[in-house]
Structures are given as C-alpha cells and as structure tokens.
C-alpha cells in the first residue's frame, strides 16, 4: 500500500518558471489538502478538496492553482514561481479525521 | 490571534524526563483534535488523538480542557528517540474536514 505518493522530491525553479508538483493517494479518501510548510513554521493549508471535481482555497492559495479530476490525484500548479513560493509542500488525504501525509517536495526558487 | 498557538521550544530535556506540552486553540466549535510528530526533514506522522476523557498511549498522555481550549501531551520517561517537533492539529465540527496546524514545539531529548 502506497498511502500518499508525491513527486518530485526535489526542485529548483527559475524566477517566472511554472511546474506542477505531483499528489496521488491509492486509499480512495475524499479529503484531500496541500499544506506548505517554511523553516520552523507550522503548516499552512493552500488548497483543499472534498471529493474529485471539488476544490477550494485555503489560507494561502495566491500563486497556485489545483484540480481534482479524480479521487486519487490532486496536483498543485504554480505559474510564475517566485523566491516566496520557496518551501517544502506537502499533500495529505484523509478519509475521516486522521491525515496522511506525503513525504513533502522541496522546492527552491532562484 | 492564531487559530492554533503552540510554544516553539525548544524543551531541552535528559533521558527518563517527564514534559508536557501545551496548545491552545481559538475557535471554540473545534471538535476534532490530534497530536502529529514531525522528523526533522519529514512528513507529519499521527502520533495520537486527543478526546475529552483524556487518552493514554504507552508514555504518552493526551488531555483536552474545553473550557479553556487547550489540549496537552506528556511523555514519561523520555527517550532519545522522542527528539522530534510535536504539532498540534485542530478541526472545527460541520461543513468541510480542515485540520489546522500549530507551528510544533520541538523536543531535544539528551543522554
């Protein structure tokens, strides 16, 4: 069992590059959430979703975008990578109240 | 003020110590509450869930005060391999499931 999967691990972005990180979850959870996570600060929730073809914003999603074509994947774009968007982002699902995670992509942009 | 307030640390403690940690939380319709451990350069792992009766699990105790919203955990009998951030993770009752999380206290455990 996968649990949740994400890719790349790592990246280093040009200023202006676009990419889409990679999130997929083989246990068929409804929730899922992207969370990104700057040196010693907690998680901050960018974008969430409740089921396939339901997104919403969450408390930082300026600079991103998702979608959720599918219950199992839950991808995050970023258009026009800047030096703030530098962080480890993390997926997560869940199928009630206990989140798994991925293992994160850290993410440079110079 | 933040939804979710832990304290960073970090807790500096010898092996065989006791600790505790607190978090407080401001949104008084929280229902759902969780301890999550975090490695250093990993993913957040589920450590335990907090329910109002309080919860014990191994060396680890959870408490949950409603009146005062805040949540607690304590190791006993610290080990090294407890060296690790300890979030703190709350979720209000009705529409969508949206766990926020405190920025973690760090925990260094020494011989």
């Known amino acids: 069992n996968a649990g949740v999967t994400q890719t790349p691990k790592f990246r280093i972005l040009k200023i202006g590059q676009s990419m889409t990180l990679q999130c997929t979850q083989d246990?068929?959870?409804?929730?899922m959430y992207w969370y990104r996570q700057d040196p010693g600060m907690g998680l901050k929730l960018i974008y969430y979703?409740?089921?396939?073809?339901?997104?919403d914003k969450g408390e930082v999603p300026n600079g991103y975008n998702v979608s959720r074509s599918t219950t199992e994947d839950f991808p995050l774009r970023l258009e026009l990578a800047a030096p703030s968007q530098t962080s480890v982002y993390f997926c997560?699902?869940?199928?009630?109240?206990?989140?798994?995670f991925g293992q994160g992509t850290r993410l440079t942009v110079v | 003020r933040k939804e979710v307030e832990q304290d960073p640390g970090p807790f500096n403690v010898p092996e065989g110590a006791t600790v505790a940690f607190n978090c407080t939380y401001s949104?008084?319709?929280?229902?759902?509450f969780f301890w999550y451990r975090q490695d250093c350069r990993k993913e957040p792992k589920l450590l335990m869930s907090?329910?109002?009766s309080g919860n014990e699990d191994g060396r680890f105790t959870a408490q949950l005060n409603r009146a005062s919203q805040y949540i607690s955990l304590l190791i006993r009998d610290s080990k090294l391999s407890d060296s690790a951030t300890y979030l703190c993770?709350?979720?209000?009752?009705?529409?969508?499931?949206?766990?926020?999380f405190g920025r973690g206290t760090s925990l260094i455990v020494h011989p």
């Open positions: 997560a699902s869940t199928p009630d109240r206990k989140a798994f």
């Open positions: 246990m068929n959870h409804n929730y």
């Open positions: 979703s409740v089921g396939a073809g339901i997104t």
């Open positions: 949104n008084s319709a929280s229902q759902s």
């Open positions: 907090v329910y109002s």
């Open positions: 993770v709350v979720s209000a009752s009705g529409g969508s499931y949206i766990p926020t």
